[in-house]
């Protein structure tokens, strides 16, 4: 398997390139909102891009959509509630890649269309889970999504690893059992009102604990 974590441009987001060596089909993850990154990776390999997956629709991470659509006429990947999807899946959906499989986990809360990504033991996450922190909500209702988002993410193996949206933490990727151990929001799922006060509080805490 090709696994690649490609920095994207924007407010230091991440795209990803998954390719199934045998047969050199790939999926380009969050191609934005610097798709060149991708596609440079994409030519040098020599693969061809089968599906492009957004793990949700905000531009900075579908920006990129448009121009691997006539790049090479992928398609585009997303949650069921995405109407402009070529392809739309459902929670726990499977696609193939060649001999590669790719499994979807619906963790609605950043936005209501979000999505992970599993292949293998690799999870990307989109801006649902990042390397010590979560995604922002704007709501009560979407804050509790993702709290229960966050809760099913953490029934996954200790050794499953995490690739977010953003270069957001202290390192570019981590693991199920670091988030579980370390990060602040995910040790908070035993309490909605401990995980809702952090997100209200969270620039403060920031800055009495140093993180960055």
Excluded at 89 to 99: A, F, K, R
Excluded at 104 to 112: M, N, S, V
Excluded at 174 to 181: H, N
Aim: proline fraction near 4%.
């Amino acid at each position: 398997m090709i696994f690649e974590q490609i920095p994207c441009g924007g407010d230091r987001n991440f795209g990803y390139l998954v390719a199934c060596e045998t047969s050199q089909l790939a999926a380009v993850i969050d191609p934005s909102p610097e798709p060149l990154q991708c596609w440079d990776r994409v030519k040098k390999l020599k693969l061809r891009v089968e599906y492009v997956i957004n793990t949700h629709s905000h531009a900075d991470h579908a920006g990129g959509n448009s121009f691997f659509k006539v790049k090479s006429q992928a398609a585009i990947v997303t949650h069921a509630s995405v109407v402009s999807g070529d392809i739309r899946v459902e929670n726990s959906q499977s696609l193939s890649l060649g001999e590669l499989n790719l499994l979807f986990l619906h963790t609605p809360g950043h936005t209501e269309d979000s999505i992970c990504v599993k292949i293998n033991r690799e999870l990307v996450t989109g801006d649902t889970l990042f390397v010590g922190k979560v995604g922002g909500t704007y709501s009560t209702s979407a804050s509790r999504m993702e709290f229960e988002s966050l809760k099913d993410l953490m029934k996954l193996e200790d050794d499953i690893r995490i690739w977010p949206g953003h270069n957001y933490g202290v390192r570019s990727s981590s693991t199920i059992g670091i988030e579980r151990k370390s990060n602040p929001f995910i040790l908070r799922l035993n309490n909605f009102q401990d995980f809702v006060w952090l997100k209200d509080n969270w620039a403060e805490y920031k800055r009495e604990h140093n993180i960055p």
